[in-house]
């Protein structure tokens, strides 16, 4: 039997995750053990980021839609409750971009739910 020593497909495993790690620091850009050991890590934490930004714009768009809400004197609570109790399906995403750049239009929203 032929003894298999991976040649093509290790040097081939190497490339691809030694240019994945090109732009990290010190030998973790070069060294196969540690470069794939940071590779790991980075991609743990950009997962972790992707969850993070989504509460994070999340949480900002509510900021925003309250302040939006505070010159007709209703709470954010209230609205959002009122929005769902009148079946009104907008998400907190486009209410804060209606609050932000159409006022008039979030205006018309406000006065449905409060009427």
């Known amino acids: 039997m032929v003894r298999v020593k991976k040649g093509k497909t ?14 990290f620091k010190w030998k973790r850009k070069s060294k196969y053990r540690l470069a794939k050991d940071a590779l790991h890590h980075a ?18 768009w509510q900021t925003q839609i ?13 609205f959002i409750s009122k929005l769902k109790e009148k ?17 008039q239009v979030f205006e018309k929203i406000v006065e449905e739910v409060k009427g």
């Open 10 to 23: 290790r040097h081939k495993r190497r490339e691809r995750l030694l240019k994945k790690v090109k732009g």
């Open 66 to 78: 309250g302040a939006a809400l505070k010159p007709f004197g209703i709470s954010y609570s209230k």
């Open 43 to 60: 991609l743990e934490h950009a997962y972790v980021g992707r969850k993070e930004k989504k509460r994070k714009m999340r949480a900002l």
């Open 87 to 103: 079946k009104i399906e907008l998400d907190r995403k486009i209410l804060a971009e209606l609050a932000k750049n159409h006022p």
